[in-house]
């Protein structure tokens, strides 16, 4: 059975390996807005079967305020058998597709997740050559309520050396995020491999919100309250959102479309943010 979630920001999306039940566990407990236990890259071959027993008897057990999610194999090596044993008494709030390559795979595992009366959001990873150039298709497929983007198996695929800058992926990860704008979805930023570097995922995550997205992929708990507070708006935005959405009123009762706030004309563009901004926030 599925739990009925409120609309919940998705800032911090933290994975746990699927065949470590105390690992599992203490996810939870985490802040993660989004936990996902993994049945993919974090699990060798050889404990593929263990580690779906795990995280179904783990779905039933544990206690978890934010969205729970499982990320199954790719569509035709594995998924299928992975949903067969996980889905059992208590379903996951949502599904990731890794190495996504077209629309259809979204729409396959739509498909699965229908005939077995679970039909939840699919979070689908662009990682990919093919998953780049299909973005926009993946972000429309019926199913998709958010797109991640994965820096690391990507350049692999192109055969590119991964530097600090990420000039190598930079296009690449402003295309997928484009490609979740446009169809109305989630847009989450790769993962930061280096988790004790604090000082360096701080400035990417806050770079990733200046670019536009919606939150981060998180390897290890201590990086979930750094990501946290870097998609989380400050007193300052919050304010500034404030009286725009102020001024937007009062332009209203004047039946005037364009108005000034700070010295600044203001009109749809900024009214817009103002609004995610408060949402984000919490007070809206």
């Not at 800032?11 to 065949?19: E, H, I, K, T």
């Not at 978890?64 to 709030?93: F, K, M």
């Not at 725009?244 to 009123?249: F, H, T």
């Amino acid at each position: 059975m599925a739990r009925q979630l409120p609309s919940m920001a998705r800032r911090s999306v933290l994975f746990a390996p699927g065949d470590q039940p105390g690992k599992l566990r203490k996810a939870v407990e985490s802040g993660a807005d989004v936990v996902v236990y993994d049945l993919e890259d974090a699990v060798v071959p050889d404990q593929k079967d263990v580690a779906r027993e795990a995280v179904r008897d783990a779905l039933a057990a544990v206690d978890v305020t934010g969205e729970l999610c499982v990320r199954v194999n790719p569509v035709g090596a594995g998924a299928s058998r992975d949903l067969s044993v996980v889905l059992g008494e208590q379903i996951p709030d949502s599904v990731m597709l890794p190495k996504v390559p077209s629309g259809d795979a979204v729409e396959t595992l739509a498909g699965m997740l229908a005939e077995r009366d679970a039909a939840v959001p699919i979070l689908s990873i662009v990682e990919s050559a093919a998953g780049v150039l299909h973005a926009e298709a993946i972000a429309a497929a019926d199913g998709t309520d958010a797109v991640l983007f994965g820096a690391e198996d990507l350049a692999g695929d192109l055969g590119a050396v991964r530097t600090p800058e990420g000039q190598e992926v930079a296009h690449a990860r402003q295309h997928t995020l484009m490609a979740a704008r446009a169809a109305g979805v989630d847009a989450i930023d790769t993962h930061y491999p280096a988790y004790e570097d604090d000082a360096g995922l701080r400035e990417q995550a806050r770079e990733g919100r200046r670019l536009g997205f919606d939150g981060k992929m998180t390897i290890h708990p201590a990086q979930v309250p750094i990501v946290n507070d870097a998609f989380t708006p400050g007193e300052s935005e919050v304010e500034w959102a404030r009286r725009i959405l102020a001024g937007r009123n009062e332009a209203s009762e004047r039946d005037s479309g364009v108005f000034v706030v700070d010295g600044e004309m203001i009109d749809a563009p900024q009214v817009r943010q103002a609004e995610r901004i408060l949402e984000r926030a919490g007070q809206r």
